[in-house]
Every structure is written in structure tokens, then in C-alpha cells.
């Protein structure tokens, strides 16, 4: 299940999965993900991922990766969070192919993520 992350600035959108994650759980993702693009001209994305990769459908993947591609000359920033070493190398990894800045974070770094996303701060290790 995603879940839409409240309380967060403005100027970007917040999610968090749990348990399984399908493909009918991007509905609200790409909602949001519309709306602050339509707003904002260029998309500032969290994802806290509260369940393994292992928990995301097939299906998930497919609209993980369209959100991705239709949105491809709009990203800015974008963090997800988790605590695999895996999961954030892959984030930091795909900085390089995709357009705009990606970084993963610990849980434990949710207010640097936040920050960092929302364009409080610049940089962050």
C-alpha cells in the first residue's frame, strides 16, 4: 500500500509504502505527482519505503517506471528512503541517467531527506 505523506512542504510530494505494494496504489502517487508538476513546473519526490522491494507487484514496477517516464524533463529531487545498502546505492546510481538530482537516504535521515527535497537545503552527504 502507498500512502501520501502529509505535513511537508509545498514544494514537493511525500509517500510511504507498506506491505504490498500494486499497481493500483500509484493511483494517488500519480495524482499528486500531477498536481505539484501542474503547480511547481518541476517535480520534488519522497519515497520511505517501509517494506522490502521484495513487496512491490510486477505491476508496481510498471507504473513506478511510467511515472518515471512521463514525467522525465520535470525531476528535480528525489530521495527514497530505506535502510538497504542496496536500495540507496540504486538510488544514487540513477542520479546519473535520469534527469534531476537522486539520492538515497537512511530512515533514520527523514528530516535531511525532507529538507534536502523541498529545496531547504542545498547539499547533503
Known amino acids: 500500500m502507498i500512502t501520501q505523506i502529509q505535513n511537508v512542504p509545498a ?3 511525500a ?3 507498506e506491505g504490498e505494494v500494486t499497481k493500483d496504489d500509484f493511483d494517488v502517487v500519480r495524482e499528486q505527482v500531477a498536481e505539484l508538476v501542474r503547480t511547481n513546473g518541476k517535480l520534488n ?4 519505503l517501509d517494506t522490502p522491494v521484495k513487496d512491490f507487484t510486477a505491476g508496481a514496477w510498471l507504473q513506478d517506471a511510467l511515472l ?3 514525467n522525465i524533463t520535470k525531476w528535480n529531487r528525489a ?3 530505506s535502510d538497504s545498502e542496496g536500495v540507496k546505492n540504486f538510488t544514487d546510481a540513477f542520479s546519473k541517467v535520469m534527469p534531476g538530482e ?3 537516504f537512511e530512515k533514520s535521515r ?3 531527506a525532507v529538507a534536502w527535497v523541498s529545496e531547504q537545503i542545498e547539499s547533503v552527504n
Open 11 to 13: 514544494s514537493m510530494v
Open 15 to 17: 509517500f510511504r509504502a
Open 45 to 48: 519526490y519522497l519515497l520511505y
Open 68 to 70: 518515471g517516464i512521463e
Open 79 to 81: 530521495a527514497i528512503i
Open 102 to 104: 537522486f539520492k538515497g
Open 110 to 112: 527523514y528530516n535531511d
